[in-house]
């Protein structure tokens, strides 16, 4: 069996440690993980092994879930973050990630974090998983995409304000982002000569400048330079018309201009398992596309599909990688 995968606990009082246990439950039989958190913190009818190496993993997954313990310390109450979790909740990703990075970890999958209580109890200085991961790995820019068996989308401009998209929208940006989707698809998805669909930013892209110059200005000249390069790229698309299936068809992903254009479609389309994937990191990384969902935690009603999709991607990824 190939090296497990290091799923973090992410948020102690949110739904991580529930959907973690239904998560095994799914795929114990297909291939191995192990959770990273206080072992209080998880179900207690769930079955667990204590472990204290990832290569321990494998021999215990089928029948229980193999816990890398972290001691927490304060009394966890669902639905109500504890800042005094925070360190521990950061030590999770850092060991997830030490662990790929030394090689006894194929993959890290993340579970929901809740940023307010990592600055509180931590002084977190990161405005989120994305930009701490990319700290961890060293690299200055990455991409976010959201994945399903439906869609692929990747925002070129993420969470900053619809007026502040044209601005942001530079050629530089643009044509960044390009590349490394481009090259994670290659790496990957294993699609060797991926089809990159670009959207505009105005309706109708523009329509030759009569309802903004953007589209012309800056996105399209960057889409003739790289396709000059061999790049397999269309676009500036409307964005109106880009995500009916028959649309979807011709193309491998699609790139969008800011964070709603992206999202809205791959959610109405596949809302329960969609993926967030960081492209351009040194190591893969899979979360589910939820938060910490405060307000069900405890109620065992909490969907794992997201979470479950997400498992299975970085598995996907890593055997793409040959990992």
């Known amino acids: 069996m190939n090296k497990p995968i290091a799923l973090t606990c992410g948020e102690p009082?949110?739904?991580?440690?529930?959907?973690?246990?239904?998560?095994?439950?799914?795929?114990?039989?297909?291939?191995?993980?192990?959770?990273?958190?206080?072992?209080?913190?998880?179900?207690?009818?769930?079955?667990?092994?204590?472990?204290?190496?990832?290569?321990?993993?494998?021999?215990?997954?089928?029948?229980?879930?193999?816990?890398?313990?972290?001691?927490?310390?304060?009394?966890?109450?669902?639905?109500?973050?504890?800042?005094?979790?925070?360190?521990?909740?950061?030590?999770?990703?850092?060991?997830?990630?030490?662990?790929?990075?030394?090689g006894a970890a194929r993959a890290v999958c993340t579970n929901p974090i809740n940023k307010k209580a990592l600055k509180d109890g931590a002084q977190f200085a990161f405005p989120g998983h994305t930009e701490?991961?990319?700290?961890?790995?060293?690299?200055?820019?990455?991409?976010?995409?959201?994945?399903?068996?439906?869609?692929?989308?990747?925002p070129a401009t993420i969470h900053i304000p619809l007026m502040d998209v044209p601005k942001a929208l530079t050629a530089e940006l643009l044509e960044h982002v390009i590349r490394i989707t481009n090259a994670g698809m290659i790496r990957d998805f294993g699609v060797s000569r991926p089809r990159l669909a670009i959207a505009g930013i105005n309706p109708h892209a523009g329509e030759g400048g009569t309802m903004g110059q953007e589209d012309d200005a800056v996105i399209a000249p960057v889409i003739e330079r790289l396709k000059r390069e061999g790049m397999h790229l269309t676009g500036p698309l409307p964005a109106d018309t880009m995500f009916h299936a028959a649309a979807r068809a011709n193309y491998d992903a699609a790139i969008c201009m800011y964070h709603d254009q992206a999202l809205i479609p791959i959610k109405t389309l596949d809302f329960d398992r969609g993926v967030n994937v960081t492209l351009g990191l040194p190591f893969i990384r899979t979360s589910p596309d939820h938060g910490t969902a405060f307000d069900i935690a405890g109620k065992g009603v909490a969907n794992p599909s997201s979470l479950i999709e997400a498992l299975k991607l970085a598995d996907t990824m890593a055997q793409a990688r040959g990992l």
Do not use: C
């Open 13 to 102: 009082a949110g739904i991580g440690a529930e959907i973690t246990a239904k998560a095994w439950a799914a795929l114990r039989d297909q291939f191995s993980f192990f959770w990273l958190g206080d072992p209080s913190h998880l179900p207690v009818d769930l079955p667990i092994s204590l472990i204290d190496h990832p290569d321990q993993a494998n021999a215990v997954m089928q029948n229980s879930l193999p816990v890398l313990a972290q001691d927490f310390g304060d009394a966890l109450t669902l639905g109500q973050a504890n800042p005094a979790h925070a360190k521990g909740v950061i030590t999770s990703i850092t060991k997830a990630v030490s662990f790929v990075q030394s």
């Open 132 to 154: 701490f991961l990319a700290y961890l790995g060293d690299v200055d820019q990455v991409v976010m995409m959201l994945a399903s068996d439906q869609l692929r989308v990747v």
